[in-house]
């Protein structure tokens, strides 16, 4: 006796929310390295990384990540590797910045409330796949 597998339609309601999570954190993310370039400068982001111990040129890798991450969460384009490693940049800011300053994310510095959150969610996207409307293979 064999099992039959059905698979969801193309745009199932899992890829609909795989679309919505992937493009608004890749937009968030665009954003946020948007931050870092135009308003704190490249170089005001490397001062802040050494300022807290980290080495000053691993801002530019940072923001470089942040770039073509968020553009390839946004097109659809290898999800399921590019969240999580942008997941762990999420991770290495609630080790570097944000536990000290507790839980809440309206705590002065900044808590980790916020960047834990997203975390997760790249997680769940990594999880989802591709998506709706994505560029890359099919994820399954």
Sequence with gaps: MTASVSSAPANSTADLAAFVLRVTSGVLFLLHAGLKIFVFTPAGTAGFFQSIGLPGPLAYLVILIEVVGAIALIVGYKVRIVAPILAVL?????????????????????????PAFWAITLIATALLGDGAYSIGKKSA
């Design 90 to 114: 999420l991770l290495g800011t609630i080790v570097t910045v944000h536990y000290a300053a507790g839980f809440f994310f309206m705590n002065p510095n900044g808590g980790w409330e916020y």
